[in-house]
């Protein structure tokens, strides 16, 4: 099997299997009871807390443990919008964000808020001078990805980061679910108020995540109850989850200082193959994040390449997994103003630390075989 499908989801590490185990099992206490099963409990959730922080480099009280990317952009982007909307209703993303992104945005419009979307580039990339133009006496929120989930460009974070600085109303939300572990980002260093991180990407547990949030801002919780996490995300602690989630974000921190170069390599080496394939037309920028590539095969439909692939025991995908359902055009390309023939026909490869040479070689001998097969079939 080749599995070129990373980051719709990622195979959970061993490691994490064993560390979501051995918590949900010695420590299946609930962290708030006062007998000492609940402080082992306790103690254990504030040890993973503390560990999620080194590895981000960030104080322990700025992690906020979530279900995942969803509900960290959610959190986010909400929980700025009603706790500061006082000082003003006007909010900032761009137009190739992620579905629980945009449609937090389109909720918010319907709430009395106002959205400016940021146009980009062909390549998918914001201009930050057009994101300071955007910026008005009640903007209180900018939110942009840090990579592309279709296309893996990488946005200029820092750049953002030192604009919104530059207005003490203004905070500055990242969603770095496709980043991490791949694209380094210092929170601090490019100004970040609130980031979110999902497990699942990064070869942890579906359902685990967190929300990076500044220390000293304050947000309006999406889920009210016991006052679990500072107040700012109730319910009884995933403690399991959240181990998992410590443990996938200590392994790939370790891959991404030690073999990030070899998965830059093995991108290029199968964008230098795929530009030599008359029918293959190549969306993603060459400087993009290392492990996603988006191409098109103007005349296949997606699904059609996918599922002969499928057939090869190869796994590639269309779109972002939360959206390959909707309609054929693929929002994020269009808004790049790239052709109808393009947007229709695109399909995401995306790699991971394990990924080798054999197996990007063997997946363009199909994809060839598979245009060819196809084309014969039009």
């Known amino acids: 099997?080749?599995?070129?499908?990373?980051?719709?989801?990622?195979?959970?590490?061993?490691?994490?299997?064993?560390?979501?185990?051995?918590?949900?099992?010695?420590?299946?206490?609930?962290?708030?009871?006062?007998?000492?099963?609940?402080?082992?409990?306790?103690?254990?959730?504030?040890?993973?807390?503390?560990?999620?922080?080194?590895?981000?480099?960030?104080?322990?009280?700025?992690?906020?443990?979530?279900?995942?990317?969803?509900?960290?952009?959610?959190?986010?982007?909400?929980?700025?919008?009603?706790?500061?909307?006082?000082?003003?209703?006007?909010?900032?993303?761009?137009?190739?964000?992620?579905?629980?992104?945009?449609?937090?945005?389109?909720?918010?419009?319907?709430?009395?808020?106002?959205?400016?979307?940021?146009?980009?580039?062909?390549?998918?990339?914001?201009?930050?001078?057009?994101?300071?133009?955007?910026?008005?006496?009640?903007?209180?929120?900018?939110?942009?990805?840090?990579?592309?989930n279709e296309l893996g460009t990488i946005?200029?974070?820092?750049?953002?980061?030192?604009?919104?600085?530059?207005?003490?109303?203004?905070?500055?939300?990242?969603?770095?679910?496709?980043?991490?572990?791949?694209?380094?980002?210092?929170?601090?260093?490019?100004?970040?108020?609130?980031?979110?991180?999902?497990?699942?990407?990064?070869?942890?547990?579906?359902?685990?995540?967190?929300?990076?949030?500044?220390?000293?801002?304050?947000?309006?919780?999406l889920f009210h109850g016991g006052g679990h996490e500072s107040n700012r995300r109730s319910g009884t602690e995933n403690l399991p989850g959240m181990v998992a989630f410590a443990k996938a974000l200590r392994k790939i921190k370790e891959k991404e200082k030690k073999q990030l170069n070899e998965l830059i390599h093995l991108r290029h080496h199968l964008i230098n193959h795929l530009n030599v394939m008359e029918e293959v037309i190549i969306n993603s920028p060459l400087s993009g994040a290392p492990h996603i590539i988006n191409v098109s095969v103007p005349g296949i439909k997606p699904e059609v390449m996918i599922h002969a692939l499928a057939k090869k025991d190869i796994f590639v995908s269309a779109k972002s997994a939360c959206s390959s359902k909707q309609p054929d055009v693929s929002s994020v390309l269009k808004a790049c103003n790239l052709k109808e023939n393009v947007t229709k026909s695109a399909i995401r490869i995306s790699l991971s630390y394990s990924s080798t040479i054999e197996e990007a070689d063997l997946f363009l001998e199909e994809f060839n075989s598979a245009i060819r097969y196809l084309e014969k079939g039009r």
């Open 155 to 221: 946005q200029p974070i820092e750049e953002i980061g030192d604009i919104a600085g530059m207005y003490p109303k203004v905070f500055f939300h990242v969603d770095h679910v496709q980043g991490i572990g791949k694209v380094p980002l210092s929170l601090k260093k490019a100004k970040v108020d609130l980031c979110s991180i999902s497990g699942h990407k990064i070869h942890g547990l579906k359902g685990t995540g967190i929300l990076y949030v500044r220390k000293g801002v304050l947000l309006s919780p």
């Open 1 to 148: 099997m080749i599995y070129f499908d990373n980051s719709a989801t990622t195979k959970p590490f061993e490691e994490v299997m064993t560390a979501y185990q051995k918590a949900a099992i010695q420590f299946f206490a609930n962290p708030s009871s006062l007998h000492y099963l609940g402080s082992d409990a306790e103690r254990l959730l504030m040890r993973t807390r503390q560990a999620v922080a080194e590895q981000l480099r960030i104080e322990t009280e700025e992690v906020v443990f979530t279900s995942g990317g969803t509900e960290g952009n959610n959190l986010a982007i909400k929980g700025i919008a009603f706790q500061h909307q006082t000082r003003g209703k006007h909010l900032i993303t761009s137009s190739v964000e992620h579905p629980s992104v945009l449609e937090v945005f389109k909720e918010l419009e319907q709430n009395g808020f106002e959205v400016s979307y940021a146009s980009v580039d062909h390549s998918g990339k914001v201009d930050p001078e057009e994101i300071k133009s955007l910026i008005r006496k009640d903007t209180i929120l900018i939110s942009i990805m840090s990579v592309n």
